[in-house]
């Protein structure tokens, strides 16, 4: 089970969203029990179909509120607090009012107060808890931005991944991680990449041992993090063992975290620049993106000569 912290929450935000503590117990645990549940569900506007949520209340809330009984308040307070959600935010700079303080402390539920929009301090929490919450594998390979686009690099061990990630940087490219790679499901079909803090800004090389790609290519060269988009994997051909195809009718896929990711295998042999086909690679799929496919592109050229042909025969 996927899980944190009120007091995490309350730490790793309270600047940004200049969180206030007002009462309350902050070890609640904020958690993702069932699969159907992704982490962005867990936060929302005052809500009393899912009182489990992480409960924000805003102008408009509190103007409802103010148009009501007090025992109607109160009875809708105490039906959402007994389920016991993990904390309530006031938001919009309001004042909590003694109703919600009163009803928190007898439930002994987190309350915070912020100046910050209602929305604004949703979709920040949404993000944060999308990460913290995520779906996590590390994986061993190396992380790359080329030409803007997250390009994982694996192989076996020799198969050259630090060197191809070596040249990438000289020729411009940004390095988000070598030998381990933290990949985190932060939506349903997107996957993000970071480096491990021990490992960052470094890549090992055989023969030169360990380098500081940020200390010796400067700033530009390293990326925080970066959304994954293609897998490239090197591969050594064997005596003996088949060609890959030359005209492949279906791109190759492979699942990380339940997620889809386009991969191509590059054959490594003496001559072979594996920079400049990794780019090329890394451009096709870019075309491919906006809706450009070069093989089917060659393949329609082909069908319509031949049936010019045809017809002209």
Known sequence: MRQTSVARLFEDNRTRLQLTHVSGNLNAVISVREERIWPADLIGHLNLIHPERLQILGAAELAWARRQSRDKVAHHLSGILAARP????????????????????AHNVALF??????????????????????????????????????????????????????????????????????????APTVLEGRCPELLQDFIEVRGLGILNIRTIFGETACRRKMRLRLICHLERRQPGQDD?????????????????????TLPVAAGRNLAVLLEAAVRSTILQLRGVDSTQEFIDRQTRMMQNDAQDG
Do not use: W
Not at 113 to 118: F, I, K, L
Not at 244 to 264: A, F, K, W
């Open 86 to 105: 993990p904390a309530i935010i006031v938001a919009d700079g309001c004042e909590a009012p003694n109703i919600v303080m009163g009803v928190c402390e």
């Open 113 to 186: 107060s912020t100046p910050q929009p209602a929305a604004g301090v949703i979709d920040q929490l949404r993000l944060y808890l999308s990460r913290q919450l995520a779906e996590k594998a590390s994986l061993h390979g190396v992380f790359m931005d080329v030409l803007g686009l997250g390009v994982f690099i694996t192989g076996n061990s020799g198969a050259g991944k630090s060197e191809l990630a070596l040249e990438l940087i000289s020729r411009g490219h940004g390095l988000v991680a070598d030998d381990i790679v933290e990949f985190s499901r932060i």
């Open 244 to 264: 890959p195809t030359r005209l492949p009718m279906q791109r190759e896929q492979q699942d990380i975290l339940g997620v889809g990711i386009p991969r191509v």
